[in-house]
């Protein structure tokens, strides 16, 4: 299945890892349009044409964990000072 592009893109070819610029309207072949990820570089599939299939498979929802509380760490003190003695007879 070929689509048709809406955009010019730069991509590299996957086995020459030549440059190549596909301009809009080109339709590329398979192995070039899998290197091609952005989704707005395509025109729209018209409803009659099968598109490809972009759902995902159908997953379990993963069931939510409970969390249990975290206490916050205590806040560092700083270190108390010494102060130096003073001479009382001076």
Do not use: C, F, Y
Not at 41 to 66: C, H, I, K, R, S
């Amino acid at each position: 299945m070929s689509r048709r592009l809406a955009a010019a893109v730069h991509i590299q070819h996957p086995v020459t890892r030549d440059w190549i610029i596909l301009e809009p309207g080109d339709e590329p072949d398979d192995d070039l349009a899998a290197e091609i990820t952005n989704p707005d570089a395509w025109e729209p599939v018209a409803a009659d044409e099968p598109g490809p299939d972009l759902t995902e498979p159908d997953e379990p929802e993963p069931e939510p964990v409970e969390l249990e509380p975290v206490e916050p760490e205590p806040e560092p003190t700083a270190p108390r000072r010494r102060r130096k003695p003073t001479d009382a007879g001076a």
